[in-house]
């Protein structure tokens, strides 16, 4: 008897209704991955909440630290893609998440940190990732 191993969401679509999510992060991670980052974690829970994507590069002496928020949406309707649906509650959870997730990883002290948007058409809709930068190369955590 031969057993093969379905990886279900290689083989989600984005109509299927099971998670369009997943298929919005994967399109933002493969278009990341294209352009030299690599995924360093996907999908990353604490208590205040997840963090989509986190991406790493590095290029000479500097390495990037990139944190994706990934809104995936059919059709740009009240909440403009997913833009208006990201507001000042989820912002202050992601902020509190990505804080856990550089306690619970040291080594990434020294990481310039990048926070960034994907806003990820999905079909019928068609239509490039939109990236909105949320915070430049600064640290979430204050200082001691």
């Known amino acids: 008897m031969v057993l093969v191993r379905l990886d279900l969401p290689a083989m989600l679509s984005p109509h299927d209704g099971l998670d369009r999510?997943?298929?919005a992060e994967r399109r933002s991670r493969d278009l990341l991955v294209a352009h030299?980052?690599?995924c360093v974690?996907?999908?990353?829970?604490?208590r205040y909440g997840?963090?989509?994507l986190l991406m790493l590069k590095s290029s000479?002496?500097?390495q990037r630290l990139l944190?994706?928020?990934v809104k995936g949406r059919r059709r740009c309707g009240r909440d403009a893609w997913g833009l208006s649906a990201f507001n000042a509650t989820k912002r202050r959870r992601l902020f509190r998440a990505v804080d856990c997730w550089r306690q619970a990883h040291p080594w990434s002290d020294d990481f310039l940190l990048e926070l960034i948007l994907?806003?990820?058409p999905l079909p019928p809709a068609h239509g490039p990732v939109r990236w909105i930068p949320l915070m430049d190369?600064?640290?979430v955590h204050p200082s001691p």
Do not use: F, N, Y
Request: aromatic share 12%.
């Open 50 to 52: 997840e963090i989509d």
């Open 118 to 120: 994907a806003l990820v």
């Open 21 to 23: 999510g997943l298929w």
């Open 60 to 62: 000479g002496q500097k």
């Open 137 to 139: 190369a600064t640290p």
């Open 36 to 38: 030299g980052w690599c």
């Open 41 to 46: 974690d996907q999908r990353w829970r604490c």
């Open 67 to 69: 944190v994706v928020e």
